[in-house]
């Protein structure tokens, strides 16, 4: 596994470091690195997204992002500190096998629809009162495989359980 090293001069105290990897197209923080540290920003004020078009719309696969963080790191002053920040994958991929379904050409649209695509810098969801303005649709279409089957496959940001999100909604699943 690839590591990468940052270094940093801070004063003695305690410290919570935060690691997204990949954050780049289509992933968007909402505040530059230089924003952040000339408006004295915290992780509070910082957000990460999935950009998308306005019909807000998944076709291929995104790319791979990861997150980890580190909490209470005490920082001593007068001696060198080392800490590693281990990071898990915050895309998964879902494989689907369909049976029972008459084949058609060119195949059926499978489609999970998540409110998913807004997350503060400390990998909570953004509370917007409106789910719509961070609900993503990914889609795939179900090929058949010539033996009563059906099958597809598609990588997703990471699909939670609402009840650990108050006004997170469950993700749908539907097959057209």
């Given at each position: 596994?690839?590591?990468?090293?940052?270094?940093?001069?801070?004063?003695?105290?305690?410290?919570?470091?935060?690691?997204?990897?990949?954050?780049?197209?289509?992933?968007?923080?909402?505040?530059?690195?230089?924003?952040?540290?000339?408006?004295?920003?915290?992780?509070?004020?910082?957000?990460?997204s999935f950009?998308?078009?306005a019909?807000?719309?998944?076709?291929?696969?995104?790319?791979?992002?990861?997150?980890?963080?580190?909490?209470?790191?005490?920082?001593?002053?007068?001696?060198?500190?080392?800490?590693?920040?281990?990071?898990?994958?915050?895309?998964?991929?879902?494989?689907?096998?369909?049976?029972?379904l008459?084949e058609?050409?060119?195949?059926?649209?499978?489609?999970?629809?998540d409110?998913?695509?807004?997350?503060?810098?400390?990998?909570?969801?953004?509370?917007?009162?409106?789910?719509?303005?961070?609900?993503?649709?990914?889609?795939?279409?179900?090929?058949?495989?010539?033996?009563?089957?059906?099958?597809?496959?598609?990588?997703?940001?990471?699909?939670?359980?609402?009840?650990?999100?108050?006004?997170?909604?469950?993700?749908?699943?539907?097959?057209?």
């Amino acid at each position: 596994m690839a590591s990468t090293v940052f270094t940093f001069e801070l004063p003695a105290g305690s410290y919570r470091f935060v690691a997204w990897s990949n954050q780049s197209s289509p992933y968007e923080l909402n505040h530059s690195r230089e924003e952040s540290l000339q408006q004295g920003l915290t992780y509070r004020d910082l957000e990460l997204s999935f950009a998308l078009g306005a019909d807000r719309t998944v076709v291929e696969d995104m790319p791979d992002l990861h997150f980890g963080q580190l909490a209470n790191a005490r920082v001593d002053s007068g001696s060198e500190n080392e800490f590693t920040v281990l990071a898990i994958p915050y895309t998964n991929i879902i494989n689907f096998t369909v049976r029972g379904l008459a084949e058609k050409a060119p195949g059926y649209t499978l489609s999970i629809t998540d409110d998913n695509s807004h997350y503060t810098f400390d990998n909570n969801y953004v509370p917007y009162d409106d789910a719509s303005q961070r609900t993503l649709q990914y889609k795939r279409t179900l090929a058949g495989d010539g033996r009563g089957q059906m099958k597809a496959s598609m990588k997703v940001l990471r699909i939670t359980d609402p009840e650990l999100y108050p006004g997170k909604k469950n993700p749908t699943l539907r097959i057209t």
